[in-house]
């Protein structure tokens, strides 16, 4: 909607800065975020890349305030959303963000949808809670187009979501998250759980719809090729901090990057080069319930100095796109 | 869905000729005679073998049984060798206050349990929860007849509210409806909480939220629903468990029900009686399951009937 | 961020057990009924060592209706026994017969459900059948059914029961052996040439055995309080002997005058049974630890 663009507002629609936020279980206190920050532009897309409990989908969540009640704990940070702070606003407040101006597609099509409601009804409910002054025709008709922009008959709309195949529960999950023309779309791992031929379907279809709505995007994902193909940007992610971020370019032509992004890349199947085997990135993912003092990444890192175990390093800028978090690229010492 | 109701309609009446058979093989095996248990000690040769052969016990055992099950598929439960009042009369009589009672035991149980167990879930580790959760473990833990016996005390005999025991208006049915609605009322307590905690766990209901639903809205339209499925099983279970339970409650509040003929009847071996109940009860939890199941369909459109 | 969710597997039991008491031990109120079950089960125990089984059942009839006091605890009855040595003998029976028919249950339930579970097909087909068939029928009823054909007496009574209640654990253990069949490490099992009974008793019975234990601790308390009614109703463990039903069936004429004499057996069933169910709810939480927060 071109209204938005319009904003005298600053033009970064999100602010996260320095978020902490764990988990108190029974067993263990687990620290998912662990200072993250994050700046997104309006209309912008950004990969978000990391291993599984990195803290990505954390960091979602905590962008909808919907981590999980008395376990999840914001410690410290805080996330602004259009100059709204999110971590104290009013409940009421959430309400109106939620669905409305900020969606979220979650991993898992199969069990993402309500099973005993139809799928249309899904749909039509985001409508009935942000849009009280359409019409009930009205309503049903942008279902109807809604569905169809996402390839669903929309004939099909009084069918449940058992009768359909994972690929187009998701597509039903994206119909119902862009319906309300967000500002800011929350994908996470969208695609992980489908086919291969159906995630570039998916794929090319959130690229397509955020193109018409001019939705800014954050594209959570563990797949560097993926990132490539949606983003302008991206933030790599490892234990609950960001570790690089830069343009699409300034990363992936893998001149200056952080050990744990050249880990990632040297860990992808190469098609054309004839490498004898992929490389793996020694060790384990940082335990999040026992974290170190210093960088996360010191005990995987080939370049690991005292000084990484000490202290854990900020982030660097190389240029006015590219940041890296890593005592190496601290200005004046020389990476290569 | 017609077919359906048809083919368990069937699949009762073997369950049935199963259960009365297992029932019938172990009740003629057991040792002493009939014959001899009714007539007395001092009853005649000549007089016991009549009633045996009148009674179709000098029969080969399962010859005996057919004859009986052809009977009861044409209506007639035969005669009470104690009493010798008809089974089939006498459970018409009997069959309204079991009824009556197990019902009403239901009905407390449901509109208390369900409502209970919904907010102790969504009030999670708040007082409200802790309390239900200790209601629910007391009442599960109470035996009915102590419950009875005591309540009785209290209500009838000492603050005189309550009829103690009999039937004929509703007053009657209070104290023995609570009675034995009490352990239901617990179970149908815990398995709505636990089935609501679980259902809040889903990812559809964070996908609720995250459309910007209240949390209110997330409980009554997109959780109720779901986590009503296992309820109703349950639902139907503890009806037929209230069955079973009705003959304590009945014994102890003096109610001429079904419940209080087996008890004697179990007493005295008399045969007919205790086969004509459990026939009785196994249709009875039957057609209850059957019920139960067409409206988990309702429920759940992911059921279908085709098998 | 996801949390790791094991599901038993190859993970070795002592761990797997360590943690579940670990979890245990957190629950007050299952550490509570855990205390008074084994206080319970000690003072029954050892009745004959401070209870004279006499003063079970001589009648002293100038002594009868006396108020619980320092020489008679609980009070006497109405042929003047002491209520004490009655409750406490009674319970060996309550608590004894129950633990049987328990042991007898669950073990024909494993068995059959095992079977059922682990072969599938004609054999489930058959099993899970005759299991619907006394299905149909309330344990009690089944259990009052059986003991009019076997007749009164406290063994038979246990067989009673036992058979209305092993259906349950067929069904618990078949459904919970269903959902382990197909898993990875059962496929490996079989890939190494395990033989079925080590299957079925090395991994199947050992992984899915959590659900099973939780209900046969609940059901434990639905015995106790059947066995009671059976008690009760004056078709379970026959007069004189005592037995927690037994005991409440003879006294319910006099409680109205005498209320401790219908008080305090009730509340000796009531209070084992409850020990019982926060034990078992303590289980269920202690192996389902999802189900908390």
Not at chain 2, 184 to 212: E, F, H, N, P
Not at chain 3, 138 to 163: D, E, Q, R, W
Request: some cysteine; charged content about 20%.
């Amino acid at each position: 909607m071109g209204n938005k663009m319009q904003k005298p507002a600053n033009e970064n629609l999100l602010e996260i800065r320095n978020l902490h936020v764990r988990y108190n279980t029974d067993e263990a206190v687990v620290h998912a975020l662990n200072g993250f920050d994050l700046t997104l532009k309006r209309g912008e897309t950004l990969g978000i890349v990391g291993e599984t409990g990195a803290g990505k989908t954390t960091m979602a969540l905590s962008i909808m305030r919907l981590l999980p009640k008395r376990i999840g704990e914001v410690t410290a940070g805080s996330i602004i959303y259009d100059g709204i702070d999110i971590l104290k606003a009013s409940a009421n407040a959430m309400l109106k963000l939620r669905g409305k101006r900020i969606s979220m597609i979650f991993q898992d099509p199969m069990t993402s949808l309500n099973p005993v409601q139809t799928v249309g009804s899904q749909i039509y409910e985001v409508l009935e809670l942000h849009y009280p002054e359409m019409t009930r025709e009205e309503k049903h008709r942008r279902v109807d187009e809604m569905l169809e922009l996402v390839g669903i008959p929309p004939a099909r709309k009084d069918e449940y979501p058992h009768q359909f195949s994972g690929g187009m529960k998701q597509r039903i999950v994206i119909a119902m998250a862009l319906i309300s023309k967000p500002e800011l779309l929350l994908a996470d791992e969208p695609t992980t759980a489908l086919d291969v031929t159906i995630q570039a379907q998916i794929l090319e279809l959130v690229r397509e719809l955020k193109r018409q709505f001019n939705t800014a995007m954050i594209l959570i994902t563990h797949d560097l090729g993926v990132v490539n193909e949606v983003c302008e940007n991206v933030a790599i992610v490892y234990g609950g901090e960001v570790i690089e971020r830069g343009t699409i370019e300034d990363v992936y032509v893998r001149e200056k990057n952080h050990p744990y992004t050249e880990g990632l890349f040297g860990a992808i199947p190469d098609l054309v080069t004839d490498l004898p085997r992929l490389k793996s990135i020694p060790g384990y993912m940082v335990d999040p319930t026992n974290l170190p003092e210093g960088c996360k990444f010191a005990d995987r890192c080939g370049f690991c100095t005292e000084r990484c175990r000490r202290e854990n390093p900020i982030l660097h800028r190389l240029s006015d796109t590219h940041f890296i978090k890593c005592h190496l690229f601290e200005e004046g010492s020389n990476h290569e | 869905m017609f077919k359906y109701v048809i083919k368990r309609l069937l699949l009762l009446i073997f369950v049935v000729i199963g259960i009365t058979l297992f029932i019938y093989l172990i009740l003629s095996a057991a040792p002493g005679d009939p014959a001899q248990l009714i007539l007395g000690m001092d009853a005649t040769a000549e007089d016991i073998a009549a009633l045996r052969a009148q009674l179709g016990l000098d029969k080969p055992v399962l010859i005996q049984y057919i004859n009986y099950i052809g009977k009861v598929l044409k209506g007639d439960f035969g005669t009470s060798w104690l009493s010798g009042y008809n089974v089939y009369q006498e459970f018409l009589r009997r069959l309204p206050n079991t009824i009556a009672l197990g019902t009403l035991a239901m009905m407390f149980a449901v509109l208390l349990g369900i409502p209970l167990g919904i907010v102790a879930a969504i009030r999670q580790n708040s007082i409200v929860d802790y309390l239900s959760l200790a209601l629910a473990v007391i009442l599960f833990s109470l035996p009915a007849f102590w419950f009875g016996l005591i309540s009785q005390l209290f209500f009838c005999l000492r603050l005189g509210w309550l009829p103690a025991s009999g039937v004929g208006t509703f007053k009657h049915f209070i104290l023995p409806a609570l009675t034995l609605g009490a352990n239901v009322l617990a179970s149908q307590l815990r398995m709505t909480r636990t089935s609501m905690l679980d259902v809040i766990k889903q990812d559809y209901i964070r996908t609720a939220r995250a459309k910007g639903a209240s949390e209110r809205r997330v409980v009554l339209k997109h959780a109720l629903r779901n986590s009503m499925l296992p309820v109703v099983t349950q639902v139907g279970i503890s009806y037929a468990s209230c069955m079973g339970g009705s003959v304590v409650t009945e014994s102890v509040f003096s109610i001429p029900g079904i419940g209080s003929l087996l008890i004697n009847a179990v007493k005295s071996r008399d045969i007919p009686v205790v086969m004509g109940t459990i026939i009785f009860v196994a249709v009875f939890v039957g057609i209850i399951n059957l019920l139960v199941d067409l409206l988990y369909a309702y429920i759940d459109p992911r059921v279908k009937f085709a098998e | 961020m996801k949390k790791r969710r094991k599901n038993g597997g190859a993970v070795s039991g002592r761990s797997v057990w360590g943690l579940v008491w670990f979890r245990f031990k957190k629950n007050k109120l299952a550490m509570a009924g855990l205390f008074v079950l084994i206080f319970i089960m000690l003072a029954v125990l050892l009745a004959p060592l401070y209870v004279d089984y006499q003063a079970v059942v001589s009648q002293k009839i100038t002594n009868r209706f006396k108020a619980p006091n320092a020489t008679n605890w609980f009070g006497t009855d109405q042929f003047g026994r002491d209520l004490f040595a009655r409750v406490v003998y009674g319970g060996r029976i309550s608590l004894f017969v129950g633990l049987a028919v328990i042991m007898l249950s669950f073990v024909a339930g494993c068995i059959l459900g095992g079977l059922a579970g682990y072969f599938g097909g004609v054999v489930d087909q058959v099993i899970m059948r005759i299991v619907d068939m006394f299905m149909a029928i309330p344990a009690i009823l089944l259990s009052m059914a059986v003991v009019a054909a076997l007749g009164n007496g406290t063994g038979k009574m246990l067989i009673a029961l036992a058979v209305a209640q092993t259906p349950r654990f067929t069904r618990i253990v078949r459904s919970s052996i269903m959902g382990l069949r197909n898993q990875e490490f059962i496929e490996a099992a079989k890939c190494y040439g395990s033989s079925s009974a080590r299957i079925i008793f090395k991994h199947l019975l050992p992984n899915g055995m959590g659900p099973v234990i939780v209900s046969t601790t609940l059901t434990l308390g639905q015995v106790i309080i059947n066995i009671a009614s059976l008690g009760f109703l004056g078709i379970g463990v026959a007069s004189p002997t005592p037995e927690w039903g037994t005991i409440l069936s003879e006294t319910k004429a006099f409680i109205r005058y005498y209320p401790y004499l219908g008080l305090i057996p009730g509340a000796c069933i009531a209070l084992s049974v409850m020990a019982v169910n926060f034990i078992g709810d303590g289980l269920r939480d202690a192996l389902d630890p999802r189900m908390k927060n």
